[in-house]
């Protein structure tokens, strides 16, 4: 079993930042990529970012050259700093590795 926490979130205005952390704990081995979906009301669950063991990574269109996910593989630990960020930015976002969930944690962008 594996167990994803994340941590970051909250409400920001427009154009401010955030950064969120999921620290993974458990059955950790291996060289797995991790990522981050979120999930808007209304709105299917979108893929926003991943990275690989080795530090490769993919971004949705709509977060490119605002958003970096990064990861600390000593710490089981990977993060997303997201920058620039829009009202449309809201959503619950959901931390993943392997076939393994975070809980989710609320990012509202709003004035």
Do not use: H
Not at 31 to 55: H, N
């Amino acid at each position: 079993q594996v167990q994803l926490v994340e941590s970051g979130g909250g409400l920001v205005q427009p154009g401010g930042s955030l950064r969120l952390s999921c620290v993974a704990s458990g059955s950790i081995f291996g060289a797995y990529a991790m990522g981050w979906y979120r999930q808007a009301p209304g709105k299917q669950r979108e893929l926003v970012a991943t990275i690989t063991y080795g530090g490769n990574t993919n971004y949705v269109d709509s977060v490119k050259g605002r958003f970096t996910i990064s990861r600390d593989n000593a710490k089981n630990t990977v993060y997303l700093q997201m920058n620039s960020l829009k009202p449309e930015d809201t959503a619950v976002y959901y931390c993943t590795y392997r076939m393994y969930w975070g809980q989710g944690i609320q990012v509202t962008v709003s004035s």
